[in-house]
């Protein structure tokens, strides 16, 4: 069904201002952010606004277009003001003060200047954050300060074929940049310190989450020399309430997990987990495995390799109700820095396979003097050459050679010239760094 010329109008209406919080902000409105809301007024110069406002004007007309087309293509008249309305509630935060020089920073592709998206990988840092305040404290407890719980660095390839999510340990020893913060000042650079000491040192310093973020967005730059176009964070509640929108993640439990410290307790078998059965789940650590932050790791990507499936299989993106709901959860709670068009990158994402979304985390191991840090292994310079050649994270196989009259020779005694398929994989056993799954992979039943 098309659109009529009513609704593409409604459409550009709906794109041009945004509701949040009981009030509309019109385009060019001097404390409007990149995304309709209000920026954080310490976080960014009245200039810089009004230069921004400029750029979002574009921005928006190239939006019109793409929403407009998805809305002819999936004959889905209302939706994409829908989508519009609910990507409105993410906080856009000006970082532009906050990166390092560009001289520092690994090269930038050249983009079409009429469509930034356009025949260009993108690379975002997502940031799991452990904030303890509001409803988060009920979550994880109360606890003072700002960390980040889980990071990983998302490549989207050119052709918008292949999505792959590579984590970072948190616990990994590298060099720590000296960041810039809101306000001018900038932290202290170390030779060696804990990765996720970057998140902390920027909200420290600068008392805000673009800072924190920032921070570590230059740091993964510089450990992987892969230019990233932003950051997205999300919190413990915002996780949370995304998986309750899909109505649950069905997932196979192969055996028994309990875990007192994140109030995880799962028999084995069949589950379709809850917003909070997942949440405990990626925050289970002490009572699963070895108890180490590398395994969690493969739980945390397993989650997120049945959760992508599902939303995937539920076809999300055509059912309106479900669409609404979650991304309503998904954009609630999420923070992303100022320059990041989700609306492009969403649609030209939509006929990705759950076979081309890929998980694993970066080659690394335990520091020789200290096995409860780890440090990178020789592997992982592959992994971020690959990543910042656009090329796939983990290189196909080569197909193995036939084997001379295999389909004649006649069965012997019973048995089969047919090899026996491999058995299927199962996500939520413990994988070494580097050994990766995809959401194909993720096991709704057991």
């Not at 209000?38 to 810089?48: A, E, M, Y």
């Not at 002819?72 to 993410?90: E, F, H, R």
């Not at 959860?329 to 990041?340: E, F, W």
Request: glycine share 8%; proline share 7%; hydrophobic share 40%.
């Amino acid at each position: 069904m098309a659109a009529s010329s009513s609704q593409v109008l409604s459409l550009e209406s709906a794109l041009v201002t945004s509701e949040r919080g009981g009030r509309t902000w019109p385009e060019g409105d001097p404390e409007a952010g990149a995304s309709g809301g209000s920026l954080p007024k310490d976080s960014v110069v009245r200039g810089q606004v009004r230069h921004a406002a400029a750029r979002r004007e574009h921005r928006w007309l190239r939006v019109v277009a793409l929403v407009t087309t998805a809305v002819l293509a999936l004959g889905v008249s209302g939706a994409a003001a829908l989508v519009v309305k609910s990507l409105a509630n993410v906080d856009q935060v000006d970082t532009k003060e906050l990166v390092a020089p560009e001289e520092s920073r690994p090269p930038v592709a050249t983009p079409d200047p009429e469509d930034p998206l356009a025949g260009l990988p993108v690379n975002l840092v997502l940031i799991g954050s452990d904030d303890r305040s509001g409803v988060n404290e009920s979550i994880g407890g109360a606890e003072a300060g700002m960390r980040s719980d889980t990071t990983m660095l998302l490549h989207v390839s050119a052709d918008r074929s292949r999505v792959e999510l590579v984590s970072v340990p948190r616990d990994l020893m590298i060099p720590i940049p000296a960041c810039t913060v809101t306000g001018g000042g900038t932290t202290k650079a170390s030779s060696s310190a804990m990765f996720n000491s970057a998140f902390s040192r920027g909200w420290d310093a600068g008392g805000d989450l673009a800072s924190a973020a920032t921070c570590t967005q230059m740091t993964v730059e510089q450990i992987s020399g892969v230019r990233t176009d932003g950051f997205l964070v999300v919190d413990f509640a915002g996780f949370q309430t995304m998986v309750d929108a899909l109505d649950g993640v069905p997932i196979c439990i192969p055996e028994d997990m309990n875990d007192d410290d994140s109030n995880l307790h799962l028999t084995a078998g069949n589950h379709v987990l809850s917003g909070a059965e997942a949440l405990a789940l990626a925050r289970a650590r002490h009572g699963l495995s070895d108890g180490s932050d590398t395994y969690r790791m493969g739980r945390q990507q397993a989650l997120l390799a049945a959760l992508t499936k599902s939303v995937l299989s539920k076809n999300v993106l055509t059912d309106l109700p479900s669409l609404i709901r979650f991304l309503d959860a998904a954009t609630s709670s999420l923070t992303i820095s100022g320059g990041v068009d989700l609306k492009g990158l969403a649609f030209s994402l939509r006929s990705v396979r759950a076979d081309a979304v890929t998980f694993l985390t970066i080659p690394s191991g335990p520091q020789p003097s200290n096995p409860a840090r780890v440090v990178l292994s020789d592997e992982a310079a592959d992994v971020w050459a690959r990543l910042a050649a656009d090329e796939p994270v983990v290189p196909e196989a080569p197909a193995d050679p036939p084997t001379p009259d295999s389909a004649t020779v006649p069965p012997v005694d019973g048995a089969t010239t047919t090899p026996s398929p491999d058995a299927p994989v199962d996500p939520l056993a413990d994988r070494l760094p580097g050994e990766a799954i995809t959401s194909a992979d993720a096991q709704e039943t057991c």
